[in-house]
């Protein structure tokens, strides 16, 4: 069964600092595109960052570029955000989620990952 586990979400005052696990069972990582995305109230899910190590592509959305950080610890099966210079428009449910790593082929797109996770609330207070 593949399953995805989000953690390492809270609050944080702005300017603040926070690292989002990811941690896969069922399936390995490098086998596949995995990607962070976020939801705000009223707000369309969002693709913040996608990775896929067998076509070595890594995708940020504009927003986040310089400030967040993909990474991943194979032997852990577990990939990871870190969220730096944190700001209040960053407050959302992050999510993370799997797909072939032909799905980044159309850049770091919600429709195209097929396993996700329950999701972690980033808070920041300004």
């Known amino acids: 069964e593949v399953r995805l586990v989000e953690s390492g979400g809270g609050l944080v005052q702005a300017g603040g600092s926070l690292r989002l696990s990811c941690a896969a069972t069922g399936f390995t990582f490098d086998d596949y595109a995995i990607g962070w995305f976020r939801q705000a109230p009223g707000k369309d899910r969002e693709g913040v960052s996608c990775f896929s190590s067998s076509d070595g592509i890594t995708y940020y959305a504009n927003s986040v570029k310089g400030r967040f950080t993909i990474s991943g610890d194979n032997p852990k099966n577990t990939m990871y955000l870190q969220l730096n210079s944190l700001k209040p428009e960053d407050t959302a449910v992050y999510y993370c989620?799997?797909?072939?790593?032909?799905?980044?082929?159309?850049?770091?797109?919600?429709?195209?990952?097929?396993?996700w996770g329950q999701g972690t609330q980033v808070t920041v207070s300004s």
């Open positions: 989620a799997a797909a072939s790593p032909a799905a980044l082929g159309s850049g770091c797109r919600s429709e195209y990952f097929g396993a």
